[in-house]
């Protein structure tokens, strides 16, 4: 009888383990970015702004309104989230140094294992001899190997010259549990 019990509980756990994963999986985006970075131009178009950073090869296109009354200007250090289509990303947040939203992104969510997309971090180290990175995901503060090896040769990007303490976004899928594959890394 106790056996029964058991296999009952064990049953009952899987299952609402299974319908976590499932509701995380289902607030997950592959297509939305969060990134920081120095505002390099912008320009007003119409009732949205384009915007560039000093990385990366992105326009963000930022409605006027989700600006709210800051005024954005070159130089600015800015969080910009929002969804990828091609080289455009339609923005839906925008924080400064001073926001809460800057340093701890509500809409970031890791990319689940299984399945690709964005990841944000914080560089902890860099081993240019082994080809990797560790970051330190903004979501779950896990640390998690980037492999840069396979990554986009038609977008190269210097990935030796990120530093510890950088904030970079990736853009790839899970190799293993514990180690990402990059195909793009916006910094």
């Not at 969080?79 to 701890?104: K, Q, S, Y």
């Not at 914080?122 to 979501?139: F, K």
Request: hydrophobic share 35%; net charge neutral; proline share 3%.
């Amino acid at each position: 009888m106790k056996m029964k019990a058991l296999a009952v509980q064990l049953a009952l756990v899987l299952t609402l383990g299974l319908m976590t994963t499932a509701a995380f999986a289902q607030d997950y985006r592959g297509d939305r970015i969060s990134t920081q970075g120095r505002i390099t131009s912008i320009t007003r178009d119409g009732d949205m702004y384009r915007v560039t950073l000093n990385h990366g090869g992105y326009t963000y296109l930022v409605p006027i309104s989700t600006v709210e009354n800051r005024g954005l200007q070159v130089g600015d250090r800015v969080r910009v989230d929002g969804i990828v289509n091609g080289d455009l990303v339609t923005t839906d947040l925008v924080a400064m140094p001073g926001d809460a939203r800057f340093e701890h992104d509500p809409e970031y969510r890791t990319v689940p294992y299984g399945q690709s997309g964005w990841m944000s971090g914080t560089v902890e180290s860099v081993n240019r001899h082994m080809g990797y990175l560790t970051v330190r995901d903004d979501a779950t503060g896990g640390v998690y190997k980037i492999d840069v090896r396979h990554m986009d040769r038609n977008r190269p990007i210097n990935v030796w010259a990120i530093r510890a303490g950088d904030h970079i976004s990736v853009n790839g899928g899970w190799e293993n549990r514990d180690t990402f594959n990059a195909l793009r890394i916006e910094y």
